[in-house]
């Protein structure tokens, strides 16, 4: 078990492309969550997913966000249209019910 | 709605100085309480949590805290800072019963000096 994974780990991108990152969660986990961390701030919950289900979004996560959980095993996020405010670390957790959830390295997103 | 307030946003200690970090917080029942560290670039990890039982928790890294009801705290401490502690720590809370979607505080950046 080496722990949730992310990929990339940094991504830097021209203001109007589309992104996509991935996230696989430690393997026997069945909840998974997205979070968006911007610079001297907290995590903020984007969404979740229960096996492949998408459960729950915030209103944080417009029409050009995206996330699927294909199979209920890895994740993605793709951003589509990307702007200069999307600029961020975007992480992802996983979890077992036990209502500790594990957090991976994140991606950093710059925008240009 | 439940939230968590970190009041400090950024402390200094001398290394080998005791460290006491605070965190408050509003929940309408018993809460479950976690205390995450970031270091610069990189993911959360969890320094140790609070579900039930005994209010005094001890977490990885030789940190503690103490879950206080009666004054909605849950301060993270530790009696001796290492140089490798500098990092920034968040206090969360989760934000629905029922799963392990988390609100977390704005953070405390933890600069350590020689």
């Known amino acids: 078990d080496t722990g949730v994974s992310q990929d990339p780990r940094h991504k830097i991108t021209k203001r109007g492309q589309n992104v996509t990152f991935r996230c696989d969660p430690i393997?026997?986990?069945?909840?998974l969550y997205w979070y968006r961390q911007t610079l001297g701030q907290g995590p903020e919950f984007l969404t979740y997913?229960?096996?492949?289900?998408?459960?729950?979004k915030s209103r944080l996560l417009s029409d050009r966000f995206s996330a699927e959980r294909p199979k209920g095993s890895f994740s993605t996020l793709e951003i589509q249209r990307t702007e200069q405010g999307d600029s961020a670390m975007y992480l992802c957790?996983?979890?077992?019910?036990?209502?500790?959830?594990?957090f991976g390295q994140g991606t950093r997103l710059t925008v240009v | 709605a439940q939230s968590v307030t970190q009041p400090d946003i950024h402390i200094t200690v001398s290394e080998g100085a005791s460290l006491e970090l605070r965190c408050n917080y509003s929940?309408?029942?018993?809460?479950?309480l976690f205390w995450y560290v970031q270091s610069p670039g990189q993911g959360l990890q969890l320094l140790l949590k609070?579900?039930?039982?005994?209010?005094l928790v001890q977490g990885i890294k030789g940190f503690e805290a103490e879950f206080k009801r009666s004054q909605s705290s849950f301060n993270l401490r530790k009696p001796s800072v290492h140089w490798s502690d500098a990092a920034e720590y968040f206090c969360?809370?989760?934000?629905?019963?029922?799963?392990?979607?988390?609100?977390f505080g704005t953070g405390t950046r933890l600069t350590i000096i020689p």
């Open positions: 957790a996983s979890s077992l019910m036990t209502a500790e959830a594990f």
């Open positions: 393997s026997e986990h069945n909840r």
């Open positions: 997913f229960q096996n492949e289900a998408q459960l729950e």
């Open positions: 929940y309408g029942a018993t809460p479950y």
């Open positions: 609070y579900f039930s039982g005994d209010t």
């Open positions: 969360a809370v989760p934000t629905n019963f029922g799963n392990e979607k988390l609100t």
